[in-house]
């Protein structure tokens, strides 16, 4: 589900990204990246040449990608006890 936000909201950016891609990185705080599965953020959310253009933006997807890590990480821990 939460990818589908971030999937919407980069829809809306490219469809005038000229004007639009200013917005992105106050859009995307808004956006649950920690939620997403950490797949989607290695595949879709990386190498998306929007986040990369801006060091926020790739920022806020690194932030996503430590937190989905150590989540994953802590949940498979507590399986194995």
């Not at 589900?1 to 004007?19: G, H, I, L, N, S």
């Not at 920022?59 to 949940?75: C, D, E, G, S, Y």
């Amino acid at each position: 589900m939460f990818f589908q936000v971030y999937e919407a909201v980069m829809r809306w950016v490219r469809f005038d990204e000229t004007a639009r891609q200013c917005f992105l990185p106050k859009i995307l705080e808004h956006v649950r990246l920690p939620l997403v599965k950490p797949q989607f953020l290695l595949d879709v959310v990386q190498p998306d040449p929007l986040i990369k253009v801006n060091k926020v933006r790739e920022l806020l997807v690194m932030i996503a990608t430590v937190f989905n890590t150590k989540w994953f990480l802590t949940r498979n821990q507590q399986k194995v006890v």
